[in-house]
C-alpha cells in the first residue's frame, strides 16, 4: 500500500569533521524517532564507516536508515549517494579513498570519530574528508549508478559546493535523479527561482550537522516502501508514487 514516508535524505554523523560530536549513532536515532521521521540517510562527507553503526542502532525503531554518502567531486560539486544495502555503498567508498588525498588536521577541521551502536569508539579517520576528491563529477555519478545507487545533486541553492554555484549550469548530460534544496528556498520556492530546472524532480533535505536539526527540513515521499527502488519511481513519478505537495 502507497503511503507519506516523511524523509531526511541528508544527514551527517560525528564522522565528518563539520558535524557536532553529539551526532553518534544512537543520538541520530533518537532525534530522527523523536522528530516522527520514516526514513534518514546517513551522508557523511567522503566517508561511510558510521552508516552501519546507525543502522544497527535503528533496530527496533520504527525508522528506516539508507546507507549513504555525501561524496565531492574534483569541481567541488557535492552528491549524495543513496543506497539500499552497505555492498554498493563500500564498492563506493573503496573508489573515493583511492581518490581523496590528504590527511586530516582535527585542529582545523574537527575530530572525525567513527562510533558504533553502543557509543563506543572505535577510531576515527585519518583521511583529509572536509576535502574534495580527484573524480570528474561524470565519473562519480556513473561510479554511483553502477553499485546501485541514486545521485542527489546536493543543496543546489547553495553559494558554495553545489553544482550551480561550481559549474554555472546543471549540464543535462549528467543523469542526475534529483536535486537537493536547502530548506532556506524550499521546494515551492526552488521551482519559482529555478524554472529551467522543471524537468527535474527536487527534495528537500536538512543536511544536519547538529542533532537538533536533524528532521527540521524534510520532504514527503508517496512509496510502498522505504527502498532506492521506490525513490526512483517516487522521482519519476511512477506507478502512483511521488512526491506530496508538488
Known amino acids: 500500500m502507497i503511503r507519506a514516508f516523511r ?3 541528508h544527514v551527517h554523523t560525528c564522522l565528518s569533521p563539520c558535524a557536532g560530536l553529539d551526532m553518534y549513532p544512537t543520538a541520530v536515532v ?14 557523511d562527507h567522503n566517508a561511510s564507516e558510521n552508516a552501519p553503526y546507525v543502522i544497527r542502532a535503528a533496530r527496533g525503531h520504527d525508522l528506516a536508515v539508507l546507507p549513504g554518502m ?3 567531486s574534483r569541481e567541488e560539486v557535492h552528491l549524495l549517494a543513496l543506497f539500499d544495502k552497505m555492498d554498493g555503498l563500500r564498492r563506493l567508498q573503496e573508489i573515493v579513498y583511492a581518490h581523496l588525498p590528504g590527511t586530516n588536521d582535527e585542529n582545523r577541521f574537527g575530530c572525525q570519530a567513527i562510533v558504533n551502536e553502543l557509543d563506543e569508539v572505535e577510531g576515527f579517520n585519518e583521511r583529509l574528508l572536509i576535502g574534495a576528491t580527484e573524480l570528474p563529477l561524470a565519473d562519480l555519478v556513473c561510479h554511483i549508478h553502477d553499485f ?6 546536493s543543496h543546489i541553492d547553495r553559494e558554495s559546493f553545489s553544482v550551480i554555484s561550481q559549474l ?6 549528467v543523469p542526475f535523479d534529483a536535486l537537493e534544496i536547502s530548506g532556506r528556498t524550499g521546494l515551492a520556492g526552488a521551482r519559482r527561482h529555478y524554472p529551467e530546472l522543471s524537468g527535474y524532480p527536487f527534495l528537500t533535505s536538512s543536511d544536519a550537522h547538529r542533532c537538533e536539526e536533524i528532521g527540521r527540513v524534510f520532504t514527503e515521499f508517496l512509496m510502498e516502501s522505504p527502498s532506492v527502488r521506490e525513490l526512483k519511481m517516487a522521482f519519476s513519478g511512477r506507478m502512483g508514487r511521488g512526491i506530496a505537495g508538488l
Open 7 to 9: 524523509c531526511d535524505l
Open 70 to 72: 555525501e561524496v565531492a
Open 148 to 153: 546501485g545507487g541514486l545521485v542527489v545533486a
Open 168 to 173: 554555472g549550469f546543471i549540464d543535462p548530460e
Open 30 to 43: 533518537g532525534r530522527a524517532v523523536a522528530e516522527k521521521l520514516d526514513v534518514i540517510a546517513v551522508c
